[in-house]
């Protein structure tokens, strides 16, 4: 349904994008991970022919995105990252907009977004500008899907949203796949990561790599540990690295992951040297790697190469 290749974009001095290269299964759900500045944002333009690359060329569904960004236009449904959408009309009128501009109506494609909808449809009368981010939400995904479009593709859809509505948007979209439609979704979450079917881990328009979310989980290969201590969390990852073993140390919660480089050395040295330290109460504890891990482990090693 996608393909890109080599794709790469720049504005100025600033280099978004650099030869990006990867395809996307038809009915396939493919998440891109990366923080804010990764190019998340400017790759979903030129893939919905909004911004033009400077090299490589990308195809949706066999169309080029440069010389047939009409036909692909038809056949893509976008929702920004930032809500677009008429404020100053009701939900139902921009609903009814956007069928009009793509050539259909409300009641051909109701059973599309009937489950989405219907979660708006008794406040239909109302402004989009009133609605809540969750609504907001629902909204713009009912009008980018009202032309029954082949493929959906999301910019960071979740962001900004509480966790129970961002839970109900994804068993949205887990439906939507269910009904044949391709989708491209790109989110600062982690943990939104794992319902992907594929994900491709993206930073300062770079992808480290491409693969199911467990199998990317499995190739950490470092032994993590879980540290913390009763005593101020800044200085007790200052200390993890200043430690000439440590790897790397990041904060996750009240915990912080360690990575070693020499995992044959006993834990019980580090936590002696953490004590010597001021660090109060220390415990360590194995603990298991999340996507969020492996990111980190790539973009940290990105960095040393650069």
Not at 223 to 250: M, Y
Not at 265 to 284: A, D, P, R, W
Request: charge should be neutral; hydrophobic fraction near 40%.
């Amino acid at each position: 349904m996608l393909q890109l290749n080599n794709i790469s974009k720049s504005f100025n001095e600033v280099q978004a994008l650099k030869d990006i290269t990867f395809e996307v299964k038809k009915n396939e759900l493919f998440g891109l991970i990366g923080p804010d500045g990764a190019g998340k944002t400017t790759l979903f333009r030129i893939i919905t022919t909004l911004l033009l690359p400077n090299n490589g060329n990308a195809f949706v569904n066999g169309f080029d995105t440069v010389k047939d960004y009409k036909e692909i236009r038809k056949i893509t449904g976008y929702m920004p990252g930032r809500f677009s959408l008429y404020q100053d009309l009701t939900v139902e009128e921009n609903l009814k907009f956007y069928a009009t501009v793509f050539g259909t109506n409300i009641k051909k494609n109701y059973h599309l977004i009937e489950d989405i909808y219907s979660h708006i449809e008794p406040f239909k009368k109302r402004l989009a500008g009133k609605l809540s981010g969750g609504m907001k939400q629902k909204l713009a995904l009912s009008c980018a899907l009202i032309h029954k479009p082949e493929i959906l593709v999301l910019d960071e859809p979740t962001t900004g949203v509480d966790a129970v509505s961002r839970a109900e948007f994804w068993q949205m979209l887990k439906n939507l796949q269910h009904k044949g439609i391709t989708i491209i979704v790109s989110t600062p979450y982690m943990d939104e990561a794992m319902l992907c079917d594929r994900v491709g881990l993206i930073q300062n328009g770079n992808i480290f790599t491409i693969d199911q979310p467990d199998n990317i989980v499995n190739s950490f290969e470092k032994q993590l540990w879980a540290v913390k201590a009763d005593n101020n969390k800044f200085k007790l990852i200052t200390d993890l690295r200043n430690h000439p073993n440590v790897e790397s140390a990041f904060a996750f919660g009240e915990n912080i992951h360690v990575s070693l480089h020499d995992n044959k050395q006993e834990i019980k040295t580090l936590e002696e040297y953490l004590s010597e330290q001021g660090n109060q109460k220390v415990v360590i504890k194995q603990t298991k790697a999340g996507i969020e891990d492996v990111f980190l482990h790539f973009s940290q090693q990105n960095s040393v190469t650069q």
